[in-house]
């Protein structure tokens, strides 16, 4: 063929290349955070096609998490503009080369703590924070560097390797699982952080035995999560711990068997809590984020042999100080993100008990909003009045 002709056909050939390119690039509407502090801007983006080893998907349901509160705010870092959500539950529209875990109709729950299968982390029994995936980068990106979303011509970054305010996101096939077609989004999307967050804490890292004494501190939304799976573990005596007593009606429907305001009491609250247990819980959960409520969960579980548990996340400058007596008599101090487990392959078997009847999340959903009234959502959260908030599509 001749030079020139061949030049030809190479231009056409990447012309139809990027024409099936732009084919593919879906416009649809995303809550965009364009910058912190600012409420979310409803807007229309342009989500590329997935690449290799990428999956695109129709977001149906996704819940309001503290932790995306936490971005808006500057408390935990993240790049703007973004688009945040890591809770959700969806469809897959198309997936990229490669992929073999899901295709197109299947009915997933996006990963924000993803599973690769393959680095030290995952292939060890127990670790579940992928080293080759790592959730928390800060880079509000694809793990190739770039972003599947565009505003007004400009990149838009990622968030929690999911972002699912938006109704098209794009995640790495590691950060996806397939669960069950029957599953209701509006409900299960929550098994996507908050419920399995709580829930592992209690049955995963503490591994709480039947019979055991057990203190959650803080009865927000993955507190009472911490309750439901201290009580399917079989614990006898489950204290609650808030300084808002409208927090102990739903408690105590959940398991929580004595309710306990620290504001009641003239001295430190693992003083009372000893004394209630004549020496100390078996297992204690601190799910507020606040350094002084891990010493004092800490302090009150049972020298010798009591288990603290770290749910909440600290600001992120904050140190503790603590007596190395509290440790060397004997107790031991854990901390988990996701609850412990190994996402890829737990969340299609929590989404399977769930349908199996084994736990309910209904209390845990206090309002169900529009994705348009995002918003307040936000509101509802910021000042106390929800538990979960789930947007729908
Ligand atoms: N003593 C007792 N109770 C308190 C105190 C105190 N000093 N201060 C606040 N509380 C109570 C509040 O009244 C409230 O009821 C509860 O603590 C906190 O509940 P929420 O509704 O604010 O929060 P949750 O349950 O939705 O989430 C709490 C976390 C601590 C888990 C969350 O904020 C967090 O830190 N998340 C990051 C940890 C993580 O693994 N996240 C996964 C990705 S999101
Ligand atoms: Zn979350």
């Known amino acids: 063929m001749h030079k020139k002709e061949r030049k030809k056909e190479r231009k056409e050939e990447r012309k139809k290349e990027r024409k099936l390119y732009f084919d593919q690039v879906i416009k649809c509407k995303a809550a965009i955070c364009l910058e912190v502090n600012k ?13 290799a080893q990428e999956v695109r998907i129709k977001i149906l349901a996704t819940g309001i998490c503290r932790s995306d509160d936490h971005a808006v705010n500057g408390s935990l870092y993240a790049p703007f503009p973004i688009i945040l959500g890591h809770e ?11 992929v073999t875990s899901v295709k ?7 990963l924000f703590v993803p599973q690769c299968g393959e680095c030290n982390t995952c292939l ?11 959730f928390a980068d800060g880079r509000g990106l694809m793990p ?13 970054h990622h968030f929690a390797c999911t972002s699912t305010f938006t109704e098209y996101t794009v995640v790495h096939e590691s950060a996806v699982a397939k669960i069950d077609a029957a599953a209701p989004p509006e409900k299960i999307c929550l098994i996507g952080c908050g419920f399995s967050t709580g829930y592992g804490s209690a049955v995963k890292t503490a591994q709480v035995e039947p019979g055991s004494t057990c203190a959650v501190f803080g009865l927000g939304g993955v507190g009472l999560s911490v309750v439901m799976g201290c009580k399917a573990a079989g614990a006898s005596r489950i204290i609650g711990v808030d300084i808002n007593k409208d927090k102990f009606a739903k408690a105590k429907e959940l398991g929580v068997t004595d309710c306990v305001n620290p504001k009641d009491f003239d001295k430190p609250i693992q003083d009372v809590l000893i004394e209630m247990t004549k020496g100390g819980v078996d297992y204690s959960f601190e799910v507020i984020g606040r350094t002084e409520t891990m010493t004092a969960a800490l302090a009150s579980c049972h020298m010798n042999y009591g288990t603290s548990v770290i749910v909440g996340l600290a600001p992120s ?4 100080t603590f007596h190395p007596m509290l440790l060397f008599t004997g107790r031991t101090w854990k901390g988990a993100v996701f609850g412990s487990w190994k996402s890829k392959e737990a969340v299609p078997k929590l989404v399977s008990d769930f349908m199996a009847k084994k736990f309910t999340l209904d209390p845990l959903i206090t309002h169900t909003l529009p994705f348009d009234k995002i918003n307040e959502g936000f509101e509802l959260l910021r000042t106390g009045k929800s538990i ?6």
């Open 144 to 156: 190739d560097g770039t972003s599947r979303f565009t505003y007004k011509g400009k990149a838009v």
């Open 317 to 320: 400058a904050s140190q503790i």
């Open 388 to 393: 979960r908030t789930v947007l729908l599509f």
């Open 104 to 110: 197109p109709g299947d009915k997933v729950i996006p």
């Open 39 to 51: 409420p979310f801007s409803i807007v229309e983006i342009e989500v590329a096609p997935p690449k």
């Open 124 to 134: 060890h029994p127990r670790g579940n924070l992928c080293t080759r995936h790592n």
């Open 88 to 98: 959700a539950a969806g469809v897959v529209e198309s997936v990229g080369e490669g």
